[in-house]
């Protein structure tokens, strides 16, 4: 799909909305919906998440060189899905940092060849704006914060995913993760030189965006207890 086109603009749009009613409904308004409203928001993602592999198998299109949940996408839906279950609080980690790293980019620089009205424009979104909605919501709304040396933990687990889809590339003649060539349409591996070198920008461009991630749930965390003394 075109990038800022009429579809995906909507599609930024409910993001926007859906993040800030959720997270300022889950500080002014908290109560048992709370916990229904994770659960519905589980299903949402999973549902967006299986119904696209459900579709490629539909229509003939799956393959193991293609459709394997080995995008760091794939491993933020599902880790959102457990965290709004569970409350664990790696999994809220994995899901904020993720989600605000790679389906934010994936949201914004879509790599999507259909558009509205396909079922695949129903699926793409809902499961990255979903793991986006979690992550602000399970944060920012519920005040699950990332605990001390979560850049740490969640690096760490990043590069081991990385090493284990590099494999799966060589197995498959993949290209998961863009570990063998960029991706075709804009995005920020573009401005990051040729391979390999742009694998090694990203690694260290991601530490970078971690930390900073680290940086703002700090702040907010500092600046909710502040107003909460007063």
Known sequence: MRQFSGPHLAALSVLLVACVASVWLARHRPGRWIVVFRWLLAAAIFAGWAGEYVADVILGTWTVRYSLPLQLTDA?????ILALLTLAP??????????????LQATVTPDLAQTFPSVYYFTYFTYHIGALLAAAFLVFGCRLYPQAGAVRRVYLITLA???LVAVADLATDGNYMYLRNKPVHSSLLSVLGPWPWYILATAALGLVMLIALDAISRAVRAATDATAVR
């Open 90 to 103: 790696l999994l809220v980690e994995l899901t904020y940092f993720w989600a605000l790293t790679a389906s």
């Open 161 to 163: 995913f990385t090493a």
């Open 76 to 80: 933020v839906s599902l880790t959102s």
